[in-house]
């Protein structure tokens, strides 16, 4: 088993950044590829980015491209989801997922095993 928590969100103003963390504990998610999604208050789910176990390969939805960065620390069972230049529509739960088998379809939820609680980030105008 997987826990993931994930922590750094937060209230902010429009323009500013925040860096979300997701620690996994329980067994390494060296080898997962690992995902970020997001949730706003009546709206589906919806994909953010991902990073491959080894981080060569990162993919990002269109609406955080250039603003939003995913990397991660193996060693320290790690993943983090940079975000600059905040918009009021970033406002939303965040979450992190851990998938084992790989990256073919990284935008779907269902390529995940493992999720965590979520942390909310806010953001005013």
């Known amino acids: 088993q997987v826990q993931l928590v994930e922590s750094g969100g937060g209230s902010v103003q429009t323009g500013d950044s925040l860096r979300l963390s997701c620690a996994a504990s329980?067994?390494?998610?060296?080898?997962?590829?690992m995902g970020w999604f997001r949730q706003a208050p009546g709206k589906e789910r919806e994909f953010v980015g991902a990073i491959s176990w080894s981080g060569d390969s990162t993919y990002y939805a269109d609406s955080v491209k250039g603003r939003f960065t995913i990397s991660r620390d193996n060693a320290k069972n790690t993943v983090y989801l940079q975000m600059n230049s905040l918009k009021p529509e970033d406002t939303a739960g965040y979450y992190c997922?851990?998938?084992?088998?790989?990256?073919?379809?990284?935008?779907?939820?269902?390529?995940?095993?493992?999720w965590g609680q979520g942390t909310q980030v806010t953001v005013s105008s």
């Open positions: 329980g067994r390494t998610v060296r080898w997962y590829a």
């Open positions: 997922a851990a998938g084992s088998r790989g990256m073919n379809y990284p935008s779907l939820g269902s390529s995940y095993d493992y």
